[in-house]
């Protein structure tokens, strides 16, 4: 076989690292000192950190933006704190800064946070190192809300995808460490079902009956070819959560009805709330629920209000 070329080695790096590469990957390739000077005047690399350049074009993709940043900030790094988060799907916002964290001294730089713990436990999530949930936990704790810690918790305990537990994080803050005061509040606090909403309209109305005590629903549980937004079985009631986006045209709200007049028929009764209502009259919305619950009733047909 014959030997590949610099440009071709240095291409397959930048392909198995998303995008970027690293001055010291090209160097123990044996590509020499003068070729990556040449690439950077010719623009065949664009410096992106120090030592770390975008391959062939300047943008990156999410992707190869964070493995630059790991390439920055050298061997044995992984994505921690918001960024692992995010990464594994347990935040739908990507963090304005590149969270890592980083063996040696690599100092942070304007959209990267670089920690240097004393240990770093990782392993591969799509593609990219990412430390254990539990230290990125902890790490994100100074950055999210209590009920934002609650949903990443709930998310994480049941993605079985991510290798993480509860007893895992519970031994992870045992001692003490930064973080662990929030972390422990949102395990106490654990609401699994958060994990089954699909939007933040859905994750609103379960805290809801959180704060106004009224059992816990299941979120999107399938009922025959439809899934109802919020069910209690025992109580064989169901709430559907009316979004402007999904529920004004007339197509929608004939599909509604139809969706409805088939969950009665089932022997449900459905009630319905519109972000409005949820947002700004939760009393209300809560005694709705509440008498429905104990008290079932003929639901309201969709656009009934």
Not at 41 to 56: L, S, T
Not at 73 to 96: D, F, I, N, V, Y
Not at 125 to 141: E, F, I, N, Q, Y
Request: hydrophobic share 40%; with cysteine; aromatic share 8%.
């Amino acid at each position: 076989m014959r030997s590949l070329s610099p440009l071709e080695v240095a291409s397959e790096i930048a392909g198995s690292c998303f995008g970027p590469v690293a001055r010291w990957q090209l160097l123990g390739a044996g590509v020499d000192r003068s070729q990556i000077r040449r690439w950077v005047i010719c623009e065949r690399m664009f410096p992106r950190y120090p030592g770390v350049y975008a391959w062939g074009r300047p943008e990156l993709t999410d992707k190869g933006e964070q493995s630059a940043g790991l390439l920055f900030a050298s061997k044995g790094s992984g994505l921690t704190g918001l960024s692992a988060l995010w990464w594994q799907g347990l935040l739908e916002r990507r963090p304005k800064l590149i969270h890592i964290d980083a063996p040696g001294y690599a100092a942070s730089r304007q959209d990267l946070r670089i920690r240097h713990p004393r240990e770093i436990n990782r392993h591969v999530h799509k593609g990219l190192p990412v430390v254990d949930l539990a230290r990125s936990l902890l790490v994100a704790s100074a950055d999210l809300e209590p009920n934002s810690l609650r949903l990443v918790l709930a998310r994480a305990d049941y993605d079985k995808d991510i290798p993480f537990s509860l007893p895992s994080l519970q031994e992870a803050i045992r001692h003490g460490p930064v973080g662990s005061k929030a972390v422990r509040a949102a395990m106490a606090s654990h609401l699994p079902a958060l994990a089954r909403c699909a939007n933040d309209f859905e994750i609103d109305f379960v805290l809801l009956c959180e704060r106004h005590g009224i059992p816990i629903p299941e979120p999107n549980v399938k009922k025959g070819r439809f899934v109802p937004d919020m069910t209690w079985e025992e109580h064989k009631l169901i709430v559907e959560l009316d979004g402007t986006d999904a529920h004004s045209s007339q197509a929608q709200l004939a599909s509604d009805a139809r969706k409805q007049e088939w969950l009665e028929a089932q022997g449900y009764t459905v009630i319905r709330f519109t972000w409005p209502e949820v947002q700004f009259r939760d009393a209300w919305v809560a005694a709705e629920t509440r008498a429905s619950l104990t008290t079932p009733r003929t639901g309201r047909r969709a656009g009934t209000r």
